[in-house]
């Protein structure tokens, strides 16, 4: 099995990222660490224990990493997650305390301990990960690549050019672009096509677990704001199609390209300029996702919530 770590700020599709990774055979879940975005840290925190233990997977090491952005202050998303960072299901369940270690410093001692180059999941803004890749610069060799859900070719949701993760903290995608470390960037025009239907939702609940109760639940009230915030029919779920990526790179067309960061702009700050036509002389640093299999990503999520929910 491959693998992984996920670095994320549960959140709605984080949660659903989560399961997918702890659910899948293919992959190994050797840690998630936890970052400012789209709740506080605390809450974050607490939202990737409490669905991991929903997933019997409680054993998993997390650890809290930074809780704001590399520069500025932190901006949450609570119209679109809820006061609690995954408010709509009942999260009740008994959990594990988070490790004392800070988020980043386990995320260098599991890659430094791992037999196998780790893949670093990235489903919130990259501040962790920007800390990772600058103060221990020797675990880079030791990194197969960075799937991170950010960024968009087209325009974004948070500012009109500005997709969420980015804009929290447009640095550190800067320090992870320049990295030089092989990444895939899932970004909005992907993202965007896979659509928790009704039919999906319904499919969860069908699961007839605790867990897809849960699923149901969650994407019941994502598709509430966006139905509110953005006028959509159907929410879509940015960050398990990051965990997908490496479960089956096949389920997406991708691009090599060059990706830049707006880090000023005067009204483009955290937009990503991703120069797929080569119109610049710039060499391309990321894999850009262009293309998804909707119907067999929505096979393996569904397959890996029944899995990881005893279904
Ligand atoms: C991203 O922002 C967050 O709200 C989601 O969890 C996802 O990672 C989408 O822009
Ligand atoms: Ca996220």
Redesign the pocket.
């Known amino acids: 099995a491959v693998p992984v770590i996920i670095d994320?700020?549960?959140?709605?599709?984080?949660a659903l990222a989560l399961l997918l990774a702890v659910g899948d055979p293919r992959l190994r879940l050797l840690g998630v660490t936890t970052v400012a975005?789209?709740q506080t840290l605390d809450k974050t925190t607490r939202n990737a224990l409490r669905i991991l233990a929903l997933a019997g997977a409680a054993d998993v090491p997390v650890a809290a990493g930074c809780d704001r952005p590399l520069v500025g202050d932190l901006v949450v998303?609570a119209d679109?997650?809820g006061a609690s960072g995954l408010d709509g299901p009942d999260l009740d369940v008994p959990v594990a305390e988070a490790g004392r270690v800070h988020g980043v410093e386990l995320m260098r001692r599991l890659i430094a301990g791992s037999a196998e180059p780790v893949t670093l999941i990235a489903?919130?803004p990259l501040t962790n990960v920007a800390l990772l890749l600058r103060g221990h610069p020797e675990v880079v060799p030791r990194l197969r690549r960075i799937v991170f859900?950010?960024g968009s070719t087209e325009r974004g949701?948070?500012t009109p050019y500005g997709?969420?993760?980015i804009v929290?903290d447009p640095e550190a995608a800067d320090i992870v672009l320049r990295s030089g470390v092989p990444a895939t960037m899932i970004g909005?025009n992907v993202?965007h096509l896979a659509l928790a239907t009704d039919q999906i939702i319904a499919e969860f609940r069908g699961l007839d677990t605790r867990l897809g109760a849960v699923c149901a639940d969650l994407m019941t009230f994502f598709a509430g704001t966006y139905r509110r915030v953005f006028g959509f029919a159907h929410p879509?779920v940015?960050?398990p199609i990051a965990v997908a990526a490496v479960i089956d790179p096949s389920i997406l067309r991708t691009v090599a390209a060059p990706v830049a960061v707006e880090l000023t702009g005067t009204h483009t700050r955290g937009a990503t300029v991703v120069d797929l036509h080569s119109r610049t002389a710039a060499a391309p640093n990321a894999d850009v996702a262009v293309g998804i299999d909707v119907d067999a990503f929505w096979r393996l999520l569904m397959a890996a919530v029944r899995r990881a929910g005893g279904g």
């Open positions: 994320c700020d549960p959140g709605h599709d984080d975005g789209n998303a679109i997650h489903t919130g859900m950010g949701n948070t997709e969420f993760n929290t909005l993202t879509p940015h960050d």
